[in-house]
C-alpha cells in the first residue's frame, strides 16, 4: 500500500509538467488520473474475488510486474493520449492487485482486534503519500517528470517482489465464498454505502489532483508538496486512531464522522485563499478524516458482510471510488476552466455532503457477523 498509493497520489506533481509540455487543459490531464482510478477500484472486484480463492501472492506479483512496465511505458509516451493507456491499466491493474486483496488477507488474519490491524495496515498508504510525493517533486524539478516515473518502476518492483513474498492466504479464505451477487443481494445498506462512496471520492480526489494547481493559480507561496505529505502524514493519525477507537465504541458512527469532517474540511479550503497557515490546517483536517475513511472501510464490510469472501464484497464496494474517480477528475477540471477553483470546491463539498447525509440514513448492524 505505501508503494501502489505512494506512486498514484503523487500525480498531481506530475500534473503541471505533464499538461505544459502535452499542452492538454486541465479537464484533459485529469482524465490521466481519473482513468487509473476508475481502473484499479473497478478492477479491484477481479482481484478481490481471485484472491479470495487463490491467496494474494500470485496476485500481488502480477501487480508488480504490470505496474512496472506501465510506468516505464509512460516515462516515453510522447502524447497524453497514450500515457491514458500505459499508466491507467499499469498503475490501475498495479493497484488493484495489491490494495483489496492485501486488505482482505489482513481482515481474514485478524479478528479480535481487527479494526486497528486493518487501521495500521492501511497507513502504508499515509506513508506513500507522505515519502513518495515529496521526492517526486524533487525528482521532476531537478530531472523531469520522465526521469521520476523511471524512479518510481525502480522502486516499485522492488518493493512490490519483496510484498509478494511476503503475502500469505488467511486460513478463512480455505472457505467457498459465496458469489458476489447473492452476498449483496436485498442488502440496501451495501448501496447506500456505494452510492455515498461515489459522492465522498469526488470530494477526496480533488485535492488530490488539483491542489498543486490551485498554489500554481492563486499564486501561494508555499509547497503543494509540503501540503500532500501533511495530507498522508496525518491520514496516518486518521487511520490508527479511528481503528483503534472504532473497536471499542463502533464502526458506523465513526464512519459517518469521517465523512462529515472529510466534506467540511473543505470549508476551509475554500477560506484559505493564499492563506498558507490555513492550507496546512485543510491538510490536516482532510488528512485525519481521509485515514479514518480508508480505515474504517473494510472493518464496516467485514462487520456487516463476514470475511469469508470479503475480498469480492470490498472490490464490488470500491468500484464506487472508482466511479468517483472517473467522474470527478475531469468534471471538477472543467469547472475550474470554465468558473475558477472557488466553484469547483463548492462543487466538491456540496458532494461530500450528500454522501454524508445518504451514509446517516444507514443504521448500525444488529449483531456483528
Known sequence: MFTVFG????????????????????????????LTTFAYFALGIVTGRIADRHGPRRVVA????????????TAEVESIHLGYLTYGLGVGIGVACCYVPMVAAVGGWFEARRTLALGLAVAGIGTGTLVMVPLVEWVIDNQGWRDAYRLLAIMTAVLLTVAAIGAH?????????????EAIR?????????????????????????????IDTVGGTGSAAVLLGLIGMSSIAGRLGFGAVAARIGITGLYQLSFLVLSLSVLLWIVADTSYSLLILFAVVLGVSYGGFIALSPAVVAVRFGVVGMGGVLGALYTAAGVGGLVGPPTI??????????????????????????LLTMRPPPTPV
Open 333 to 358: 477540471g472543467a469547472i475550474i476552466d470554465a468558473s475558477g477553483h472557488t466553484a469547483a470546491q463548492i462543487t466538491a463539498l456540496v458532494s461530500g455532503l450528500l454522501g454524508t447525509a445518504l
Open 169 to 181: 492466504r488467511p486460513p478463512t479464505s480455505a472457505a467457498s465464498p459465496v458469489p458476489i451477487r
Open 7 to 34: 506512486v498514484a497520489y503523487s500525480f498531481g506533481e506530475f500534473f503541471g509538467p505533464m499538461a505544459d509540455e502535452f499542452g492538454t487543459d486541465r479537464s484533459e490531464t485529469a482524465l490521466f488520473f481519473a
Open 186 to 214: 436485498g442488502r440496501v445498506d451495501f448501496w447506500i454505502l456505494y452510492v455515498s462512496s461515489i459522492l465522498i471520492s469526488i470530494t477526496l480526489f480533488t485535492p488530490f489532483v488539483f491542489l498543486a494547481d490551485y
Open 62 to 73: 502480477f501487480g508488480a510486474t504490470a505496474m512496472t512496465i506501465g510506468l516505464l511505458l
